[in-house]
């Protein structure tokens, strides 16, 4: 141990100085702070409940990256700026032994992705410098002083990765189309919009770029513009770079993309070593004796709306590939080489839960890491001999741990002095059995004053996809906000996993396949059963509402079923037909319905809503965002339009500048102020 501490303080003597002098000072203002707390003692005793108000009061964590030398852990944290009205994000550093922790960066909108240098010198991370529009990467020296900009670029940087000799960068770059004059938008790919991201122009694709450090300059390593190339990631020999790269910005319209290695220098041809599906998000790492290349893979394009990530691996100097978690018959969502690339450790989402495993790659046999209970890991990450992840459960919200001998243990409590304030609902697993027969899972949320016996009003909020899940993950932003929200009002909320979601197999996901607001309408209507029959729920006072997917079968299910007397559709849509080219699932369209003009039928049937909207009796209030190109807003201007003209009460709130996700804080508190709203309005908690 002794030996460990003063590897730490020679490598890095002026951040311990530093984290040092943060500790004096919180010794100094200790007495303090202990005679104040005394006086407090019995005003905190007393908990409270969560309003729409402590959205500005989490601090979410995300990126951890373990240090080479083992020893650190950096990572980010955003938090919402009131005053500013925008997110805004610090780089943070917490020790292996959870003894300090500081933050390097102050909080700035769009600071991110920190990265260590492989000789543990530097930590670089991108950020947007003074007077420039454009997210530079910035450069922390680990012997001390201020962070200094790196790279001077005019377009996107996108992924980035060290060079193991730590003298050169890979990063890969979309052109910028800003200009003092607005230009026409030229098309012509299939795949032709991007929520965020918006038209995607010909000529503007993503390109590969390698980075000299102590040059201070770029060049272009690939430059064909009928590519677009991401996620460079170096070997361990620092000899050649894997990336992905696709014709498309996005999957191909096979829905693979490929996997190529090329050398680092200018003029080198990429060599295309394995074209896989692509995943719902890629991740590629060589192991780090160099033999191998790790990545992940999806299914064939029909099932696009329904594929859970497989583990894979392929010889590094080509060769047939290796899956590696079949068995599982669950979705990988993250996971790190171990140093002596034996083993993988991942992060499997099962059944309302995402747990740590390990993957030994010499038999294939799966090892489940950590104790057995609801909790939700993510974001693994391996250096040193150490792996980090973010851990949260349903008393939680994230923060980073370490994974010790099968074991976690917390390192950081960004949020425990707000959670200590609340009294949150308790969350219990149900299940229960659908119209059909089929064993459908789920939570319940109780409110925090929860009286067996009694029953409550209920809310059914679903979740979005369906590719995912309800977890045992405490989420304090955004949409998921709501459930413990509505449980502090007084409101049982119940969080159904349906068929179509992940985390129960691939033939539970694809059950909906072609199908869609039949067989999910069965469960969520199953589960509302479940609760009444229970004497949970009242049958007379029955709320529904969700977003995204979840508002799409908002409208399927008030379509469905009159019980309902409030309805909250956010980033919706029940006219599927009017769909097709508006949004930015096309590839999944051709494949899984056929296009309108073969498959007339089968659309109008997935768009039951909208055709038949004169059986909603539902108040239902449509929300979304003017520049969403996931869920375009006119699926809620259109059911907006129907009930009125039906006499329905429906409210339209349209949120603008903003995407699928809500990114302006008080827009997302606005949002949960007008569901909350609207469910006092037409479904008061009190009896």
Request: proline share 6%; charged share 20%; aromatic share 10%.
């Given at each position: 141990?002794?030996?460990?501490?003063?590897?730490?303080?020679?490598?890095?003597?002026?951040?311990?100085?530093?984290?040092?002098t943060?500790?004096?000072?919180?010794?100094?203002?200790?007495?303090?702070?202990?005679?104040?707390?005394?006086?407090?003692?019995?005003?905190?005793?007393?908990?409270?409940?969560?309003?729409?108000?402590?959205?500005?009061?989490?601090?979410?964590?995300?990126?951890?990256?373990?240090?080479?030398?083992?020893?650190?852990?950096?990572?980010?944290?955003?938090?919402?700026?009131?005053e500013?009205?925008e997110?805004?994000?610090?780089?943070?550093?917490?020790?292996?032994?959870?003894?300090?922790?500081?933050?390097?960066?102050?909080?700035?909108?769009?600071?991110?992705?920190?990265?260590?240098?492989?000789?543990?010198?530097?930590?670089?991370?991108?950020?947007?410098?003074?007077?420039?529009?454009?997210?530079?990467?910035?450069?922390?020296?680990?012997?001390?002083?201020?962070?200094?900009?790196?790279?001077?670029?005019?377009?996107?940087?996108?992924?980035?990765?060290?060079?193991p000799?730590?003298?050169?960068?890979?990063?890969?770059?979309g052109?910028?189309?800003?200009?003092?004059?607005?230009?026409?938008?030229?098309?012509?790919?299939?795949?032709?919009?991007?929520?965020?991201?918006?038209?995607?122009?010909?000529?503007?694709?993503?390109?590969?770029?390698?980075f000299?450090?102590?040059?201070?300059?770029?060049?272009?390593?690939?430059?064909?513009?009928?590519?677009?190339?991401?996620?460079?990631?170096?070997?361990?020999?620092?000899?050649?770079?894997?990336f992905?790269?696709?014709?498309?910005?996005?999957?191909?319209?096979?829905?693979?993309?490929?996997?190529?290695?090329?050398?680092?220098?200018a003029?080198?041809?990429?060599?295309?070593?394995?074209?896989?599906?692509?995943?719902?998000?890629?991740k590629?790492?060589?192991?780090p004796?160099?033999?191998?290349?790790?990545?992940?893979?999806?299914?064939?394009?029909?099932?696009?709306?329904?594929?859970?990530?497989?583990?894979?691996?392929?010889?590094?100097?080509?060769?047939?590939?290796?899956?590696?978690?079949?068995?599982?018959?669950?979705?990988?969502?993250?996971?790190?080489?171990?140093?002596?690339s034996?083993?993988?450790?991942?992060?499997?989402?099962?059944?309302?839960?995402?747990?740590?495993?390990?993957?030994d790659l010499?038999?294939?046999?799966?090892?489940?890491?950590?104790?057995?209970?609801?909790?939700?890991?993510?974001?693994?990450?391996?250096?040193?001999?150490?792996?980090?992840?973010l851990?949260?459960?349903?008393?939680?919200?994230?923060?980073?741990?370490?994974?010790?001998?099968?074991?976690?243990?917390?390192?950081?409590?960004?949020?425990?002095?707000?959670?200590?304030?609340?009294?949150?609902g308790?969350?219990?697993?149900?299940?229960?059995?659908s119209?059909?027969?089929?064993?459908?899972?789920?939570l319940?949320?109780?409110?925090?004053?929860?009286?067996?016996?009694?029953?409550?009003?209920?809310?059914?909020?679903?979740?979005?996809?369906?590719?995912?899940?309800?977890?045992?993950?405490?989420?304090?932003?955004?949409?998921?906000?709501?459930?413990?929200?509505?449980?502090?009002?007084?409101?049982?909320?119940?969080?159904?996993?349906?068929?179509?979601?992940?985390?129960?197999?691939?033939?539970?996901?694809?059950?909906?396949?072609?199908?869609w607001?039949?067989?999910?309408?069965?469960?969520?209507?199953?589960?509302?059963?479940?609760?009444?029959?229970?004497?949970?729920?009242?049958?007379?006072?029955?709320?529904?509402?969700g977003?995204?997917?979840?508002?799409?079968?908002?409208?399927?299910?008030?379509?469905?079923?009159?019980?309902?007397?409030?309805?909250?559709?956010?980033?919706?849509?029940?006219?599927?037909?009017?769909?097709?080219?508006?949004?930015?699932?096309?590839?999944?369209?051709?494949?899984?319905?056929?296009?309108?003009?073969?498959?007339?039928?089968?659309?109008?049937?997935?768009?039951?809503?909208?055709?038949?909207?004169?059986r909603?009796?539902?108040?239902?209030?449509?929300?979304?965002?003017?520049?969403?190109?996931?869920?375009?807003?006119?699926?809620?201007?259109?059911?907006?339009?129907?009930?009125?003209?039906?006499?329905?009460p429906?409210?339209?709130?349209?949120?603008?500048?903003?995407?699928?996700?809500?990114?302006?804080?008080?827009?997302?508190?606005?949002?949960?102020?007008?569901?909350?709203?609207?469910?006092?309005?037409?479904?008061?908690?009190?009896?």
């Amino acid at each position: 141990m002794g030996q460990e501490q003063g590897r730490r303080r020679r490598v890095i003597p002026a951040l311990h100085e530093r984290a040092n002098t943060l500790i004096k000072i919180a010794a100094s203002l200790l007495g303090w702070l202990c005679a104040a707390g005394a006086m407090a003692t019995e005003a905190t005793a007393v908990q409270r409940t969560l309003t729409p108000d402590d959205f500005y009061r989490v601090q979410d964590l995300s990126d951890p990256q373990v240090s080479p030398d083992g020893w650190w852990v950096a990572y980010v944290v955003t938090t919402n700026d009131r005053e500013a009205d925008e997110a805004r994000s610090a780089i943070w550093m917490v020790s292996w032994d959870g003894s300090q922790r500081l933050a390097l960066t102050p909080a700035a909108d769009g600071t991110a992705k920190p990265r260590w240098s492989p000789d543990g010198r530097y930590l670089a991370f991108l950020a947007t410098p003074s007077g420039s529009d454009k997210a530079q990467v910035m450069l922390l020296d680990r012997r001390g002083g201020d962070a200094r900009q790196l790279t001077s670029v005019s377009g996107d940087i996108g992924e980035y990765a060290w060079a193991p000799d730590s003298k050169r960068l890979a990063f890969t770059m979309g052109q910028s189309v800003a200009g003092p004059t607005p230009k026409p938008i030229v098309i012509d790919a299939l795949h032709f919009k991007q929520d965020e991201d918006g038209y995607l122009r010909a000529g503007l694709g993503r390109h590969l770029y390698l980075f000299d450090v102590d040059g201070n300059h770029s060049e272009p390593l690939t430059a064909d513009p009928e590519f677009n190339e991401d996620l460079p990631t170096w070997s361990p020999d620092g000899r050649r770079i894997a990336f992905i790269r696709t014709h498309e910005q996005g999957a191909d319209r096979d829905g693979r993309e490929d996997i190529d290695v090329i050398e680092p220098q200018a003029g080198a041809t990429p060599r295309t070593i394995v074209r896989p599906y692509a995943p719902n998000t890629q991740k590629l790492a060589w192991s780090p004796d160099g033999t191998l290349i790790a990545y992940l893979q999806g299914m064939e394009p029909k099932f696009n709306a329904y594929m859970q990530d497989r583990l894979v691996v392929v010889p590094a100097a080509g060769g047939g590939s290796r899956s590696l978690t079949d068995k599982l018959d669950r979705a990988v969502m993250s996971y790190a080489f171990a140093a002596d690339s034996a083993s993988i450790m991942i992060a499997v989402e099962d059944d309302g839960r995402i747990y740590p495993a390990r993957v030994d790659l010499a038999s294939g046999a799966i090892a489940r890491q950590a104790a057995a209970g609801p909790l939700v890991v993510s974001a693994l990450s391996a250096g040193g001999g150490h792996t980090a992840l973010l851990e949260s459960n349903d008393g939680a919200l994230a923060e980073v741990y370490a994974l010790e001998a099968g074991q976690l243990r917390k390192l950081t409590a960004h949020n425990d002095a707000f959670l200590a304030e609340l009294q949150l609902g308790a969350v219990e697993d149900i299940r229960f059995k659908s119209k059909d027969g089929a064993e459908i899972h789920g939570l319940i949320v109780k409110p925090p004053s929860f009286v067996p016996g009694r029953k409550y009003p209920t809310v059914l909020w679903i979740h979005g996809g369906p590719n995912g899940q309800d977890e045992h993950s405490l989420v304090l932003d955004g949409y998921q906000f709501e459930p413990q929200m509505f449980a502090a009002k007084g409101f049982v909320v119940l969080r159904v996993n349906y068929r179509g979601g992940s985390g129960r197999g691939a033939a539970f996901a694809k059950a909906i396949f072609a199908d869609w607001g039949h067989k999910e309408v069965g469960d969520l209507l199953a589960g509302v059963n479940y609760l009444v029959a229970n004497g949970i729920a009242d049958a007379d006072r029955l709320g529904i509402g969700g977003w995204s997917y979840g508002g799409i079968l908002t409208d399927y299910t008030i379509a469905s079923d009159i019980r309902f007397k409030a309805a909250i559709s956010g980033a919706g849509s029940a006219n599927q037909l009017a769909t097709y080219g508006s949004d930015e699932y096309v590839l999944q369209y051709n494949n899984e319905l056929g296009p309108p003009w073969k498959s007339t039928a089968l659309w109008l049937k997935v768009s039951y809503p909208f055709f038949h909207a004169d059986r909603i009796h539902t108040p239902t209030l449509f929300m979304g965002g003017d520049k969403d190109f996931n869920v375009p807003i006119n699926g809620g201007e259109q059911m907006y339009q129907a009930l009125r003209t039906l006499g329905v009460p429906a409210q339209l709130i349209v949120y603008p500048g903003q995407h699928h996700v809500f990114t302006r804080p008080s827009f997302v508190k606005d949002l949960a102020d007008r569901m909350s709203g609207w469910l006092d309005r037409y479904l008061p908690p009190a009896g």
